[in-house]
């Protein structure tokens, strides 16, 4: 099974920093790699797919980046409703994996 | 407007069954692979099963690969997940969604999930 290691898994930042968020894969996956923002209590929400194609509607606030085993999420400048929990997820294998989550906190 | 519908879900007793249901509207259900992700409380996702949109392939995580089968009827535009033995560790919300694995395989759309809770 391919394994997802997201850093860190918490971190507090303050509204218009500009954050990066990693997801790192135990093989290569080449860009099969999505992100999806968790707010609490709602259902998980598709940011970025193939790495860095920007879902329709997420706000290019958000953008992607990486291929092999190295990805990143990178917010520009954060908003007050960007503070969740941040899942990347790989669809290389045929069982799809998801990463801990990265928790963005408020500082 | 994509809308997908969990049900089925609810208090049930370690080693009994339960079976959920997701009720999709708005999407093309036929054109697409369907999956069940749960979340345990307070923790991440997990993958928990997936069947293509012809019903051809199914695939499970170990965690419940045979105790759990996943189903779907087209005419219907309804996915199911039939549970068997149930444990403490499948505890969890679990969701329904689409999955769309025309370029790269990611989830659009998901359904607000049906609680599972394994207790004596």
């Known amino acids: 099974d391919i394994q997802l290691t997201q850093s860190p898994s918490s971190l507090s930042a303050s509204v218009g920093d500009r954050v990066s968020l990693t997801c790192r894969a135990s093989q290569t996956i080449s860009n099969f790699l999505n992100w999806y923002q968790q707010k609490p209590g709602k259902a998980p929400e598709l940011l970025i797919y193939g790495a860095s194609s920007l879902q329709s509607g997420v706000p290019s606030r958000f953008s992607g980046s990486g291929s092999g085993t190295d990805f990143t999420l990178t917010i520009g400048s954060l908003q007050p409703e960007d503070f969740a929990t941040y899942y990347c997820?790989?669809?290389?294998?045929?069982?799809?994996?998801f990463g801990q989550g990265t928790k963005l906190e408020i500082k | 407007e994509v809308q997908l519908v969990e049900s089925g879900g609810g208090l049930v007793q370690p080693g009994r069954s339960l079976r959920l249901s997701c009720a999709t509207s708005g999407v093309t259900f036929d054109d697409y692979a369907m999956h069940w992700v749960r979340q345990a409380p307070g923790k991440g996702l997990e993958w928990v099963s997936g069947?293509?949109?012809?019903?051809?392939?199914?695939d499970y995580a170990d965690s419940v690969k045979g105790r759990f089968t996943i189903s779907r009827d087209n005419a219907k535009n309804s996915l199911y997940l039939e549970m068997k033995s149930l444990r403490a560790e499948d505890t969890a919300l679990y969701y329904c969604?689409?999955?769309?694995?025309?370029?790269?395989?990611?989830?659009?759309?998901w359904g607000q999930g049906t609680l599972v809770t394994v207790s004596s």
């Open positions: 069947i293509t949109w012809n019903s051809d392939t199914t």
């Open positions: 997820q790989q669809s290389h294998s045929n069982s799809p994996t």
């Open positions: 969604a689409v999955y769309d694995n025309s370029g790269h395989g990611f989830f659009p759309h």
